[in-house]
């Protein structure tokens, strides 16, 4: 099967620490892999997309930034949380049509 | 960017009703997904259906991609089916590399 895991499922940080999710699929090669954020539990927002290791376009400009160190590996990093970076994010893969979206790490910037 | 619009904001049912949402967006796709976000935040995907009509269940969509709407028919709602729900859609122009937009969703609740 073609598993998207995230890490952590949720996490509390402090304004002006750093920041590190992860997320890794299973089951399949060199797939298209997507960071969403949703805040306020409505719509989803695009923020980073990578077609291949290393490769990495922003959608938005913002305190985020994305790598891929690895095939099936899509990290998400800041150097300094803001308030504003609180959400919800999810990771996703593009398959041949369909995008599948990984359970979410639920951040709160306090 | 495509404009995905997605009405009602909101919809209260009582259990056994049926309910219909829509989902109109700007412009050609080649990609329409319907999805439901459950209390756990995880999106399960319904629909892919860029256009046509699916059943599976309960559930049932349409798009007429033409008339540039999709509709997402529930029948029978059952509690289990509250939760907010998604269009997605990857315009047909360009080079989008399978890049989704969102509507704001249809928040479903259905009360026993």
């Known amino acids: 099967s073609q598993t998207i895991h995230q890490w952590p499922a949720t996490l509390v940080q402090p304004v002006g620490s750093p920041l590190s999710l992860e997320c890794t699929v299973e089951?399949?090669?060199?797939?298209?892999l997507y960071w969403y954020r949703q805040a306020a539990g409505r719509g989803l927002q695009l923020l980073f997309y990578?077609?291949?290791?290393?490769?990495i376009s922003s959608e938005v400009p913002q305190n985020l930034s994305a790598s891929r160190p690895q095939d099936r590996q899509f990290i998400l990093s800041s150097k300094k949380l803001l308030l504003s970076d609180s959400g919800f994010y999810l990771c996703?893969?593009?398959?041949?049509?369909?995008?599948?979206f990984g359970p979410g790490t639920r951040l709160t910037v306090t | 960017g495509i404009q995905v619009e997605q009405s009602p904001p909101d919809l209260i049912l009582q259990e056994g009703a049926n309910s219909t949402l829509r989902c109109n967006f700007s412009?050609?796709?080649?990609?329409l997904q319907w999805f439901h976000q459950n209390p756990w935040g995880q999106l399960i995907n319904l629909f892919y259906?860029?256009?046509g009509t699916k059943q599976n269940g309960r559930l049932s969509a349409t798009t007429v991609a033409t008339e540039r709407y999709s509709l997402l028919y529930i029948s029978s709602s059952q509690t289990t089916d509250s939760g907010v729900y998604f269009c997605?859609?990857?315009?047909?122009?360009?080079?989008?590399?399978?890049?989704?937009?969102f509507g704001q969703g249809t928040i479903l609740t259905v009360h026993p």
């Open positions: 996703a893969r593009g398959g041949a049509y369909e995008q599948y």
């Open positions: 997605a859609v990857r315009g047909a122009g360009g080079t989008s590399y399978g890049k989704l937009t």
């Open positions: 412009d050609s796709v080649n990609n």
């Open positions: 089951g399949t090669s060199n797939p298209n």
């Open positions: 990578s077609v291949g290791i290393g490769q």
């Open positions: 259906i860029p256009s």
